[in-house]
């Protein structure tokens, strides 16, 4: 009897030479040589710093600094959130389509309207397609140092991300009531307010507490470029290469960002559960209570901070920052400066793609013990090892990769795929415990081992699922590729880095502009990828 | 109505932030000198370093004296141009970008007796390397990319012996300041570094260096250093900061421990002049254009 035949073999095989044929020359690229790592040299220096890592720094001068620091840091989020929100509303006001009056139907202006909504929306790719370190990089220059440059940084690439989504949240609720409106003759402002804001103000608010845990997580990082908080205690201390220093502040970063976790997912339940008790109810005294301390820690944040943007209005400052800016215009475009951006976007590119790749198969074996298929231990446990992972940002992990693998785009990889495990593998943990339990089961009672159990009953409801995790976090991964090289990993960031303390402002401009074109190339890849999963 | 509580309690809170940030703060009226320094060492360090010197210069100029610590080399010729530092220690790169950033209005006051011929040393900690140009195809470390004597003058020395620094190493590191340098050194995450005699004097003095760092070469001698003030400035109150740094005496002992602290013998006048040699280093080099 004949074997029969795999009928998607030709297909298989396709994919897998395709894709020796896209990862062979990344690799190349990104010096992807794990052999490295046990390199008789690297294990000494890491080890040595490692060894340096016990005891943590605990002296008191040293513990009033992290002290003031972690404020610092959390000031600087909640003041950066506030400022995203002030960009944010009236970008996402005007850009969404739920309140267009032009979509109505043909009256005066409707080209004027259109082409409005198109500046705004690039404005919006803009603000986010830049990564919020090379914000706070330049106006480090403009403002001085200090926490007001993380501020606006923040507040600005926060500012395009919240309009994005606050104006998608605004367009996938119910349009009647608005619609009904603007064709009564309501004004815009009245149909946001009540025909739409009913519908989704509880999303909206989610969203935006999810945000702020993310903004915590970006201004652990913003020290590296200047901008205060923990982020320059850890540049300092990497640099001296401080084990003991370096040790305590990774365990601050560690409390900081779970902290901010389980408050943000404690408010947000709180919201989800007052929003589907009814509108009427909706406002409960803990919801209430918790806005204000929201509204408190603000406004305690901007106190704390001190950071004196009043001094932006003035003339003099406005017309110095204007120059400022004015200075990065034209690019420079000429062939040996694109040649050498060129080299350093396909290394950005192999970063992200290898990092997000080594991080999804990380991920999907430690999901496996974390979504309580071993034991109850080992769920434990790996949830801890992922927390840990996620809650060093990329940036640090660089750093400590550095010294690993050397300095170069490799470090960089390791360091996207350490931090992406701990976001995707917690992410896939949860797709796996939610799958349907039945086709596994069925195979399990027909007499299948559980592990073919697992690949052909569980694995196949949930893969498209964990795709599409893995590709938003390739679009976030491009952008930290981009800035990781401010410590050394390779990709643009080196480049960029360099180029800005030269004053060449021409040729930084032209590698900010190519930071840009990637992050937006590989959302339209990712997006496309993400269709075609369905 | 719970809508309306909570937008206004959202609009209370930004009014309120808005107006916190845009109030002037109250100490404006009391004339300060401004003062800060390239992080070319650890911000702790340059603290130290300035304190006494600081409490020196309030008693000279008879005026309150702030330093801002700043970690971006770049920043402070960004500060010094928009007029939000009033005197600032820079290397004679960081001048050069001040000086063209300024369009001339940044002008130096004085140097140590030691930036009239400064050099830089190359250190590794690997055994193989015993030339610069054994350095080829390793991991290389300046400091600064802003650096004169971690990064600008080594780069021009190293063309002139025949290494270019884009192609000829297998990878270069910014360590960011001199001892970061060190550090990166003895640890092995490069392979050879460059950095100035006088941080590298310092460490070895303190005892700071780890035995296997040795150096391997010295560039030639190169005007560094200098103390320049923002254009602008009252003359008399530039006179009298100049005049404070030359008074300095390493024959009084109050004066010995700042001098000491500066690793200065004295200071002495400098001059634009002095630096057109750097200009000319940097534009070789290809970081200035």
Redesign the interface.
Known sequence: MKAPRDPAALARVGGLLLATVVLWPLAVIGEFRPWVLFEA??L??MG??LGGFLPPASGGEFLAYLGQATIETLAMAS?GI?LA??VAVPLAVATTQALSISRLGPGPGRRRGELLRAGLRILLVVLRGIPELVWALLF???L??GPAAGVLALGLTYGGMLAKVYAEILESGDQRPARALLEAGGSRLQAL?YGL??GV?QELTSYTVYRWECAVRASVVMGF??AGGLG?LM??SM???NGGEAASILLTFLALVLAADALSAFFRRQLGEAGTAG?AA??GPLP?AI??S???A??AS??WL??????L?SRA?AA?IAD?FASFWPLDLSAGWLWKVGQGALETLAISVLGTLLATVCALLLALPASGRHGALLEQATRFVLNALRSVPELVWATLM??AA???PFAGILALALHTSGVLGRLFAEALQNAPATPRDALLEAGTPAGVAFLYGSLPTVTPQLLAYALYRWEMNIRMAAILGFV?AGGLG?LL??E?????QAQASTVIAAMLLLSVAVDAASASLRRRLG | MFRFSRRLALKGALVCALAISVVPSATAAEPVLRVSAIPDEAPTELQRKFAPLGKYLEKELAMKVSFVPVSDYAAVVEALASDKLDLAWLGGFTFVQASIRTRGAATPLVQRAEDARFTSKFITADDNIKTLADTRGKVFAFGSPSSTSGHLMPRYFLIQGGINADKDFKNVAFSGAHDATVAFVAAGKADAGVLNASVWEKLVDQNKVDPKVRVIATTPPYFDYNWTVRGGLDPELVRKIAAAFLKLDPANPEHAEILALQRASRFIPTSKENYQGIEQAAKAAGLLK
């Open positions: 040299q690297n000494r220096v040595g710093f003041a506030a929100f002030v480090v220059r403009v001085g140092l307010c804001l009913p103000a470029v200047g320059q540049d300092q640099k001296m290469l509108h909706a406002l209430l806005l204000a929201l509204g408190g603000v406004l901007f106190a001190d950071l004196g943007l009043g001094a209005l400052a110095s400022f550095a010294l050397g300095l170069g050394g080196q880095y360099v800005l303390s030269l004053f060449h």
